[in-house]
């Protein structure tokens, strides 16, 4: 028996119209992933370290939001363990996020020096800022949570110092001495 069913033309164009959104928006989701993975650790990071990776990122996060970041250091091309670099970059990238989600700023500034004993990095704005005395973070505040988390992985701190009117500053502070001044080079 030889059943002979016919697919109506248009129902074809349909389907062929659905893989091609279905398509469409599988590569978006790649590319989505590609970029996340891409700022959650960049290459950079690994090939050239924190400073130059934190040029990067402010390059093209004054792109995105509008934002001048200044970067200030003492560094020259010092590099850290990696899972410092990647507290101090990702830290970093918390606190610019926020900067523009919550500051209403045009102007940042980062400051990152290296001491005998602490690695210390301050991110400063100059927007609305709040009142960090009767600020409470809770589980909605990610962010902040999230960048206290990383800061507590490497035995280091983040504080938060804020005031309505004159902007916040989030620093971070990781206990580091240095095992030699050759690798410091």
């Known amino acids: 028996m030889n059943l002979n069913i016919s697919i109506p033309q248009s129902y074809n164009r349909d389907l062929e119209e659905q893989i091609d959104e279905i398509e469409q928006m599988t590569n978006t989701a790649l590319d989505q992933v590609r970029k996340i993975a891409v700022e959650l ?11 130059p990776a934190i040029r990067s990122y402010i390059q093209r996060y004054g792109q995105v939001y509008g934002i001048h ?5 003492d560094e020259k091309q010092r590099r850290y363990e990696s899972n410092v670099e990647t507290v ?6 918390e606190a610019l996020t926020n900067i523009a989600k919550h500051s ?3 102007h940042a500034l980062v ?13 400063e704005d100059y927007g609305k800022g709040f009142d960090s005395k009767q600020y409470k973070p809770n589980g909605t505040n990610l962010g ?8 507590h992985l ?7 110092i804020s005031s309505p009117g ?3 500053t989030v620093q971070i502070i990781i206990p580091y001495k240095e095992q030699n001044d050759a690798q410091s080079e």
């Open 88 to 93: 101090l970059y990702r830290v970093c990238q």
């Open 111 to 123: 400051n990152i020096h290296h001491d005998k004993e602490y690695i210390i990095m301050s991110i």
């Open 144 to 151: 902040l949570f999230g960048m206290k988390e990383r800061a």
């Open 104 to 106: 209403g700023t045009t």
């Open 166 to 168: 004159k902007g916040t």
């Open 154 to 160: 490497v035995n280091g701190s983040v504080e938060v």
């Open 41 to 51: 650790r960049p290459s950079v990071l690994d090939d050239l370290g924190l400073i």
């Open 69 to 73: 970041v200044e970067l200030k250091t």
